[in-house]
């Protein structure tokens, strides 16, 4: 019985990480179209689960970021440059003070 209270009332299945609900949501558009695409994804994006807590949340983010850097154009993507830029020379400048302060204690 359960599954024909699902079949006839499909607003009540929870939803979940497959498809169907994606094309639930896209119903009379143009599968093909890449804006119709487009807020697909922005649709699976909007229903991931959010655990920014945990390593692999956070290197979720890091993918979105990255994401959508290389979907902007222009200013906007030469200020993610700049940024990615800056966490990249912070974190090795931290890396040549740390080696530097090693090799201190250990030959100094």
Do not use: C
């Not at 970021?65 to 931290?94: H, K, M, Q, T």
């Amino acid at each position: 019985m359960s599954s024909a209270r699902a079949a006839d009332f499909p607003d009540d299945r929870p939803r979940d990480r497959s498809e169907d609900w994606v094309d639930d949501e896209l119903i009379g558009l143009d599968p093909d179209d890449p804006e119709t695409r487009a807020f697909a994804e922005h649709l699976d994006r909007l229903q991931r689960p959010q655990a920014n807590f945990t390593v692999e949340g956070s290197l979720a983010g890091v993918s979105d970021f990255a994401d959508s850097a290389n979907r902007a154009g222009g200013l906007r993507r030469l200020i993610a440059v700049v940024v990615v830029g800056l966490i990249l020379l912070g974190v090795g400048v931290s890396a040549w003070y740390y080696l530097g302060a090693l090799l201190t204690v250990l030959f100094g």
